[in-house]
């Protein structure tokens, strides 16, 4: 029997006090509050964690008299090689953030794994891949892996968030697979981080916040899914870049100054010169109407204006 609770799920959650369950020693972990509030909002019969750390999702069910099923690398499951054995009807998902936090051989001990599991969890662990592109191919997997699972009309719950490097944002939102039915976005705040005992300076933005991403796998077989893949596109070949994008990052490309017959050459043979016979002509006319960004250094020269 699920236990009276009165807290409505919203877009935004905030939990300052982080609540009972799980162990907060064990970094990373979510509070309670919020799979409890995941829990009166959809009232599964039961829910399963296949990362489970320390076990918040289980003490959460008991404590609201639901059944769970919770596994994690450190207690024999392997999330990449081990086999679902529920056909699962919810499941909350917190893989960690990339290499922010480690877990294995960190959190626990490597050794212990192995000598009573047979494993070296290092070998499996998300926390331990050494490059993003790795990353987001194993949490893919896993999390396609786990959708699979999910009985008709069942649910996910994925808890992620944005990892910040040199300058460079990398979202796990973005870049997760999106199977089936994308039902909501939460925007969760982040309380008692260690981050927020530090000073930034420049222009670096703090992150305070996670994401819930709220999936339903509505039909079998076929399931609909979105992927995000990153490529490279040359903007003279873009559809959305106009002749004046086009020049000007031919320039910059120059240092900033360049002779007519460069330009030329580096609009010649690209998707944008190809679509118009008079292209050469329309390099100049681009050149000449667009004071603003450009103007004549000397005879059949040219450059980007400078701007105060």
């Not at 509030?37 to 076990?55: R, T, V, W």
């Not at 309380?191 to 420049?202: A, L, P």
């Not at 893949?229 to 040359?234: G, L, P, Q």
Request: proline content about 5%; charged content about 25%.
């Amino acid at each position: 029997m699920m236990e009276n609770h009165t807290r409505a799920l919203t877009t935004v959650v905030s939990y300052p006090e982080r609540g009972q369950g799980g162990n907060n020693r064990y970094r990373g972990n979510c509070s309670p509050k919020l799979i409890e509030d995941l829990i009166a909002h959809f009232k599964p019969q039961e829910i399963c964690d296949y990362m489970c750390g320390s076990n918040t999702t289980g003490d959460v069910a008991r404590t609201m008299g639901i059944v769970s099923h919770t596994y994690d690398l450190h207690s024999g499951f392997d999330l990449l090689h081990s086999e679902i054995p529920e056909r699962p009807e919810y499941i909350f998902w917190h893989p960690p953030y990339w290499d922010i936090i480690r877990y294995s051989d960190v959190m626990y001990r490597a050794s212990e794994v192995q000598q009573r599991y047979g494993y070296d969890p290092r070998l499996f662990d998300l926390s331990r891949i050494p490059t993003w592109d790795g990353f987001v191919q194993a949490m893919n997997y896993c999390m396609m892996k786990q959708f699979c699972a999910l009985e008709r009309g069942g649910r996910m719950a994925v808890l992620v968030g944005d990892i910040k490097k040199k300058g460079k944002l990398f979202s796990m939102l973005f870049e997760l697979a999106k199977p089936g039915v994308v039902e909501n976005v939460i925007i969760k705040a982040q309380h008692n981080c260690v981050s927020d005992r530090r000073t930034y300076g420049g222009r670096f933005i703090p992150i305070v916040h996670e994401y819930v991403l709220l999936l339903r796998k509505e039909t079998p077989l076929v399931i609909p899914f979105l992927m995000t893949y990153r490529v490279n596109s040359d903007i003279r070949d873009m559809p959305g870049a106009t002749w004046r994008d086009i020049i000007a990052d031919i320039l910059e490309d120059c240092n900033g100054r360049a002779p007519l017959e460069e330009i030329y050459r580096r609009v010649e043979g690209h998707k944008r010169a190809q679509s118009q016979q008079w292209w050469k002509e329309k390099v100049r006319q681009t050149l000449q109407i667009n004071p603003r960004t450009f103007e004549k250094a000397d005879r059949g020269i040219w450059c980007l204006v400078k701007h105060a």
